[in-house]
T-cell receptor
């Protein structure tokens, strides 16, 4: 079964600093990849997705991710962190031809003033 | 309408109770999902409905019984639950069945506590 690995259960940054959240997938065939954000006691919101088109994907709230086949990676970045970005971030994978999503373990982003 | 609506937001039930969770979407999405999320963990797939038919059951205990009365509505019937079933139950929908190409739209979840 395909899976994703998120490096770091917690990432701490200062407000205004670069945000980098890491995600690696395990598949010989590039799957569909997604980043979701979850605020406390809420559902998940789609930030962006890779579905075999452009390798650099821009999402909401200033986030973007780059699909790198050679590194089997789909890392999430944002140039300048805001306090409101503090949340749990999940990378997810879906094999081609399937509608199910499998989530990584999540990375909690902490933003300090 | 671009939302998935889940009710109730919070539910406390005893181990002998019967209750139901409700999920509704009016986006014309053809696939609907139930996920279970324990604290500090990622969501785990429970059931998938495609075109109102159950297509995937991830070996979920029979005390959880899903139902899809129509294309907009998804229920999860609960009976004789255990305290370890306490979790956030998330409903989601996607535009097409058979592909996650468009991503999912999630509801805000039902926080279930079994006492």
């Amino acid at each position: 079964a395909q899976s994703v690995t998120q490096l770091g259960s917690h990432v701490s940054v200062s407000e205004g600093a670069l945000v980098l959240l890491r995600c690696n997938y395990s598949s010989s065939v590039p799957p569909y990849l997604f980043w979701y954000v979850q605020y406390p006691n809420q559902g998940l919101q789609l930030l962006l997705k890779y579905t075999s088109a452009a390798t650099l994907v821009k999402g909401i709230n200033g986030f973007e991710a780059e699909f790198k086949k050679s590194e089997t990676s789909f890392h999430l970045t944002k140039p300048s962190a805001h306090m409101s970005d503090a949340a749990e971030y999940f990378c997810a994978v879906s094999p081609l031809g399937y509608s199910t999503l499998t989530f990584g373990k999540g990375t909690m982003l902490l933003v300090s003033p | 309408d671009t939302e998935v609506t889940q009710t109730p937001k919070h539910l406390v039930m005893g181990m002998t109770n019967k209750k139901s969770l409700k999920c509704e979407q009016h986006m014309g999405h053809r696939a609907m999902y139930w996920y279970k999320q324990k604290a500090k963990k990622p969501p785990e797939l429970m059931f998938v409905y495609s075109y109102e038919k159950l297509s995937i059951n991830e070996s979920v205990p029979s005390r959880f019984s899903p139902e899809c009365p129509n294309s907009s509505l998804l229920n999860l019937h609960l009976h004789a639950l255990q305290p370890e079933d306490s979790a956030l139950y998330l409903c989601a929908s996607s535009q097409e069945a058979g592909t996650a190409n468009y991503g999912y739209t999630f509801g805000s979840g039902t926080r279930l506590t079994v006492v």
